[in-house]
């Protein structure tokens, strides 16, 4: 289980859906930080932080090596036109990673 835990509402749900998902399914939790954003995972979760946040290749790396099943990531809530806002990196973790991604929003 990998959260990326970005500054904000967006980071602390992710990483809430995440810490919650791996109690259910029994797996470890990795968590991937970015500057800025706490690297308070609470409980046994492996931390690491993200030089470049909007690298999918460094995301895919994470992934592979820590045998992820599940990427659970953050996003912005939605515009006042009801769209929603997908940052650049949730879109590309979403387009190219080899494991399955869970949006959540806070």
Known sequence: MLAVRAPGAEGQAALAAAVEEAALRR???????TP??????????????????????DLARIVEENEVAL??????RREETGRFVV????????????????????
Do not use: K, Q
């Open 71 to 76: 990427v659970v990531v953050g996003m912005r």
């Open 87 to 106: 940052a650049t990196a949730v879109m590309r973790a979403v387009l190219t990673l080899d494991a399955p991604v869970l949006v959540v929003r806070p």
């Open 36 to 57: 800025g954003a706490s690297a308070d995972a609470g409980g046994d979760a492996r931390v690491v932080v993200l030089a470049d946040p909007d690298d999918a290749e």
């Open 27 to 33: 797996v470890p939790l990795v968590v991937a930080t």
